[in-house]
């Protein structure tokens, strides 16, 4: 996705402060609804939903965290049954299993996702920070992996006629997971694409379309003539330059993981493609809202009507 695709539409609250900012901000006794209101601003959260059955905006219960249709008739207010949980069907849904004094508040959640979009905290600093369990952190953090996979499966091509782009290639081994590490930049704007795939270099047809999925057709390409990629560049009609050595550190420095390593895989791919650590935050969550785009009214009542 290009970078200048998302933007803060309807920002009321700041988040591009970073880390302190993020504790100072949503800490204390109004720290939750600021959150609240921060996930909403950026469509994470429903900011109202609509009754199914009367066709009317539902009241928020903060004590339950729901949604409860209360109609006038005449003076009084009428509860017609209706409700639905805030966080259903959002990243923030809980799992069933979930204890009730296990389940993060908006607040941790805002700063959980701070942490991980822009910096490298283990999981028990994590834990600590925002006094959450080990197994909590394991669970989010998956669900966060999730986000940044789709952020990478997602990419946009960089390049075009005339337009200058540096390639690299590698491979990891870690364990028994074995993954081709391909990777662009434009030279003047410094656009990035980062991908990662299992089992080794594609061959062939699928090698092509790799390539023409990435990097626009008229693109000036830079590349290492050792890596062999430069004879499919030139089959597929691009320019080349090719030198001896010719590296890209945000390919060559991938951080390794024991555990989780397409996450921290696709993680890493997020990273690289935001400079800026304030900004990151703020393309995160817009990520959320693409990954877990929230349900429309339709969609709400056909659930209902479902149940």
Known sequence: MDIEEINCFHCTTQCEGGLETMKSNFTGVDGEEKARTLLQDHDVLPKGVQCPLCDVDCEYAPDSQEFVCIRLEGDKKVMCGYSVAERKD??????????QDDRISHSQFVQFACYYATTELTFSEVAINLNISNQKV?????RFGEVCVNFANNQSPIGGKGIDVSIDETAITESTQNYWIFGGM???SKRKFLIYIKGGRPRAERLSDVIKKYIRPGSYVTCEESNGIQFKLSRLGYKLECFKTHHLPFVREIPLARTFLRYKLAHHIFTISFDDGAARFHHFLAEIARKYPLQTAAAVAASSSAQ
């Open 90 to 99: 959002t990243i923030c849904q809980e799992s069933s299993q979930a204890k």
């Open 138 to 142: 394991i669970e989010w953090r998956r």
């Open 186 to 188: 434009e030279k003047v």
